[in-house]
Nanobody
Framework: QVQLVESGGGLVQAGGSLRLSCTIS????????TGWFRQAPGKEREFVAA????????NYADSVMGRFTISRDNAKKTVYLQMNSLKPEDTAVYYC???????????????WGQGTQVTVSS
């Protein structure tokens, strides 16, 4: 019912910035919260950030607090993840997900995009 497509990934040097975008579409409109997750090779998927449908509530993993900012533009049906001061440890495939409510647990999110690769060189 909800489709999500990530974009904006790429290769960046440590200390640099990237902005990821997640476009949301579907046959019917729902007031979904949107989250960003990442998965590095050999590791499980982990929570990065999330935002409520109205944008009034945000949540960040401690590892990205102060460096990443999540935002959304419902008119454009897009959620963004601004990533600053990137570190090699941020290298992963980044996924966006949608669900009626915010949670840090990946398995509780219902709809997922296919991911975009972010690589941070040292």
């Amino acid at each position: 019912q909800v489709q999500l497509v990530e974009s904006g990934g790429g290769l960046v040097q440590a200390g640099g910035s990237l902005r990821l975008s997640c476009t949301i579409s579907g046959r019917t409109f729902s007031r979904y919260a949107t989250g960003w997750f990442r998965q590095a090779p050999g590791k499980e998927r982990e929570f990065v950030a999330a935002i409520s449908w109205g944008g009034s509530s945000t949540n960040y993993a401690d590892s990205v607090m102060g460096r990443f900012t999540i935002s959304r533009d419902n008119a454009k049906k897009t959620v963004y993840l601004q990533m600053n001061s990137l570190k090699p440890e941020d290298t992963a495939v980044y996924y966006c997900a949608a669900d009626p409510s915010i949670t840090r647990v990946p398995s509780l999110w219902g709809d997922w995009g296919q991911g975009t690769q972010v690589t941070v060189s040292s």
